[in-house]
Structure formats: structure tokens, C-alpha cells
């Protein structure tokens, strides 16, 4: 039995937009606007996390401008992330303390 050969995804370039199709663009814009449903919220902000800022992807690029946009980009993703990861309750006991 042969194994199968894994292939490396190839590197987008550091400042090339991420790709989108029709289900995206339409729950990002419905999002945009307010009226977005569960399962176009989870999409849209799925697709701004994984794909717009890059954040699971390798971050390393020769470049060191690339890289420094790269890691920007990254950023972004790690912030949403963390506000979604938040505890609430302990955020409302900084806010009411301070």
C-alpha cells in the first residue's frame, strides 16, 4: 500500500486578498448591514478570521516587509478571536471596579 503524498498548500503573497465566493460576500455584506442569520454571521466571520487576516496560516516570508504585513494581518485575526473568547463576567468586574 502506497502512502499518500501530502502537497503543500502554496504561500499567498502577504498583501494578496483573501478569496471569497458568492455564499461569502453575500453573509459579509448581510453581516455589514445588520441582518445577517446565524449560520451567514458564522460564515462571514469564519471566512474574516481564517482567510482575511491569514491567522492560521505560516507567517514567515523572506521579505521582512512581508512579513511585517503578514503578522498585521495575523493580528487582527488574534484580537476578533480573543474578544469572542473573553469571559464576560470578569470584563464586567474590570468595568465596574475601574
Known sequence: ?????????????ARDPANFGMAVATAVQAMAQGNADPEQQKLALRWIVEQASGMYEFQYYVDP??????L?????????????????????RKQNAG
Open 65 to 70: 516587509r512581508e512579513e511585517a504585513f503578514s
Open 72 to 92: 498585521g494581518r495575523c493580528f487582527v485575526g488574534q484580537q476578533i478571536v480573543g474578544v469572542t473568547k473573553v469571559k464576560l463576567s470578569e470584563l464586567m
Open 1 to 13: 500500500m502506497s502512502e499518500a503524498k501530502l502537497k503543500p498548500k502554496p504561500q499567498r503573497g
